[in-house]
């Protein structure tokens, strides 16, 4: 142990930088080697499911088969942050057509929930907001959708034998892993009020499952076997969508048949940033991809390499764009059905350039959105790969951990409580509207490199992830960092931004903060301060990373996973 930090412990103080692994790079932060594999590769939050998605590409399927059957995977075992209850969003490296292809596979808010009838129900219970448990959070889960639209566009196995794997650990059982009896715990308590079958789905008389316990889901079995064998169709137009309609009528929900039968995931372009010969491709609105392309906008017109990694003059330049193109995401990114977001002018290279002029030596404390018009968007994160080239990044969640809390008796899946991000301010581009989809903050990332495909990789967490997205395009191309180095190295949020929920005039008005995990040096911290940030340390908010890379030189994959998480990538 470095003396700084005997020192440190000694005081009983937070220390100033991560104990040192014994690893030949001397790098703190090097927690291990990357995983490198010939023929396909997987890297998701839970090793099991990583293992499933492989057998699936040894069995014959690519890599958006195997995609499918671990995200099928982590909505059983890692419930505490996706489920089919939730949304989906996708970015796919096609070999075939060596293109990528977008999609959104997010929700709506029901059809027969009016802005007046919600703005009645939310004065009722005292509030001008949306709450985060409930009824009235919910909108129409997408996941299923996105599933069976990747299939149908790109798969090769057919769905039974590709929800199989899912369904035999619901049934036999799986232990549970030390991360996600954690968030079970904590989710338990504030969710065990909500109408619905939570206690007796989710629980072990009546306490969430403790590391290492065996848990079951017969229920979910049973849904993913309707899946499997009727299709899409047996969850937005069967028997499923008739019992999910009979009981939000009976407990005071107002999603209804017809939101199901009418639901739709959508095909989009990804859109691309260039950032020092590296392109970053994110997936416009009504998710908040185009944030993470924004600052590099920014961040182009800096030397982030000559100032050094997580120096006090690289993170205030982070963080201070980072400021900046979240001010613009509160206030232009909604559903393009909706709204239009004025996308060209957010990611031109001049609007880019303009902002950056606002960047100074002091932390900027109030911040506008730009006029972007001069210039004409909890989870789990998975990535997999496959002996053809195909690269699937895929991101899935409920929103807040568990989601509403609402189980439908005999379903085995807790409905997602994604309507909590729409605005109800009028003038608003993200108010509330019936079959609206709300802001979503998942978001999947890829990179390519002189056209070809680099990089799959996401960092989930809130509005960490398009933080996250851009610290590891830096740690790699301004620090030289590799692919499982760019992840366990110490990352920083900044928070307290303006928000998609606030209203259309509101504004950052006192700075925000940033917490920094313990591997940022103390110095920096000190430094920082100097220059006006308000700076605190953190514990478990810096997100969840995968990732596989593609080494064309020596034709293998390179596959990295988050050492702040219970996941692992593999490949054969």
């Not at 020092?276 to 991809?289: A, I, R």
């Not at 929920?501 to 509101?506: K, L, S, V, Y």
């Amino acid at each position: 142990m470095k003396i700084r930090n005997l020192f440190c412990l000694s005081l009983g103080l937070l220390c100033s930088s991560a104990l040192a692994f014994d690893r030949i790079t001397g790098a703190d932060f090097a927690s291990r080697s990357e995983v490198i594999a010939q023929h396909a590769m997987a890297a998701t939050s839970h090793p099991l499911a990583t293992q499933i998605a492989l057998d699936i590409m040894k069995q014959g399927g690519n890599a958006i088969d195997a995609a499918i059957a671990a995200n099928a995977a982590l909505g059983l075992m890692e419930p505490t942050g996706n489920g089919i209850g939730g949304d989906l969003y996708a970015i796919v490296w096609d070999a075939n057509t060596a293109k990528l292809h977008g999609l959104n596979g997010s929700g709506r808010s029901p059809l027969s929930l009016s802005y007046d009838m919600l703005a009645h129900e939310l004065e009722k219970l005292g509030r001008t907001d949306l709450p985060p448990h409930g009824m009235l959070p919910i909108s129409v889960p997408g996941a299923i959708d996105g599933w069976f639209e990747l299939h149908s566009k790109f798969g090769k196995l057919n769905m039974a034998n590709i929800l199989q794997p899912a369904i035999d650990y619901a049934e036999q059982g799986f232990p549970v892993t030390e991360l996600i009896a954690y968030y079970w715990h904590r989710s338990v308590p504030l969710l065990s009020p909500q109408p619905g079958d939570f206690v007796a789905t989710f629980t072990l008389d009546g306490k969430a499952p403790a590391k290492g316990q065996i848990f079951k889901n017969p229920a979910l079995a049973n849904t993913y076997k309707a899946l499997a064998k009727e299709g899409r169709d047996a969850f937005y137009k069967g028997e499923i969508a008739v019992q999910i309609d009979r009981f939000m009528r009976e407990n005071g929900g107002y999603l209804r048949y017809a939101d199901f039968a009418n639901h739709r995931s959508s095909w989009v372009e990804p859109a691309g940033v260039e950032y020092k010969g590296y392109t970053l491709w994110e997936l416009p609105p009504n998710g908040q991809g185009i944030a993470a392309l924004q600052m590099l906008q920014i961040l182009k017109n800096f030397d982030l390499a000559a100032m050094g990694f997580n120096t006090p003059e690289s993170i205030h330049t982070l963080v201070e764009a980072k400021k900046l193109a979240f001010e613009d995401r509160a206030k232009f990114y909604a559903d393009a059905d909706f709204h239009k977001t004025p996308l060209q002018g957010l990611l031109s290279a001049e609007y880019g350039r303009e902002r950056a002029k606002l960047i100074g030596e002091r932390a900027a404390q109030r911040v506008d959105a730009g006029n972007p018009h001069l210039y004409e968007g909890d989870t789990i994160y998975l990535t997999t790969a496959d002996k053809d080239g195909n690269m699937v990044s895929l991101i899935q969640s409920n929103y807040r951990g568990m989601g509403s809390g609402v189980v439908v008796p005999g379903l085995g899946f807790v409905f997602q409580d994604r309507g909590q991000l729409f605005s109800m301010d009028k003038k608003h581009a993200n108010v509330y509207e019936p079959g609206k989809r709300p802001f979503n903050t998942i978001i999947p990332a890829f990179i390519t490199k002189d056209g070809k495909p680099l990089i799959s990789y996401g960092v989930m967490g809130g509005a960490m992830q398009p933080q996250g997205h851009v610290q590891i395009l830096v740690n790699m191309v301004d620090y030289g960092m590799n692919l499982q180095e760019a992840g366990d190295a110490a990352r920083w949020q900044h928070l307290g931004n303006t928000e998609p929920t606030d209203g259309q005039e509101a504004y950052l008005t006192n700075g925000g903060y940033i917490e920094v995990e313990r591997g940022v040096p103390y110095e920096t911290v000190r430094e920082l301060m100097k220059k006006g940030h308000n700076v605190r340390y953190g514990l478990g908010g810096y997100g969840g990373y995968q990732a596989i890379m593609k080494d064309h030189e020596n034709g293998t994959w390179i596959g990295a996973s988050e050492a702040r998480k219970d996941g692992q990538a593999a490949g054969y």
